[in-house]
Nanobody, 115 residues
Framework: QVQLVESGGGLVQPGGSLTLSCTSS????????MAWFRQAPGKQRERVAV???????DYEDFVKGRFIISRDNARNAVHLEMNNLQPEDTAVYYC?????????WGQGTQVTVSS
């Protein structure tokens, strides 16, 4: 069983920045992929970015050029640096990890972008 704990959410003004972190209970070397998803009120959960153990990184179009995902193997964590945040980025952000064929979710952290 893998436990994932997100942190770093909060309230930020449009154009501002936040960095989310997700800490894993197991070594990052045992996790093939780590990703960030988000779910806005009344909408389906959607993928934001994914970072694979082989170094591949992929972003959804709506965050390209604004968000940066990074794996922190020393801290068993993955980070999501979010820049130029807009009201439409308001959502609960979830961390997801794949260890073998099993996927795990964190509990989520709220990000609210509002003036």
């Amino acid at each position: 069983q893998v436990q994932l704990v997100e942190s770093g959410g909060g309230l930020v003004q449009p154009g501002g920045s936040l960095t989310l972190s997700c800490t894993s209970s197991i070594s990052m070397f045992s996790i093939e992929q780590m990703a960030w998803f988000r779910q806005a009120p009344g909408k389906q959960r959607e993928r934001v970015a994914v970072a694979s153990a082989d170094g591949r990184i992929d972003y959804e179009d709506f965050v390209k050029g604004r968000f940066i995902i990074s794996r922190d193997n020393a801290r068993n964590a993955v980070h999501l640096e979010m820049n130029n945040l807009q009201p439409e980025d308001t959502a609960v952000y979830y961390c997801r990890a794949w260890a073998g064929t099993v996927g795990y979710w964190g509990q989520g952290t709220q990000v609210t972008v509002s003036s």
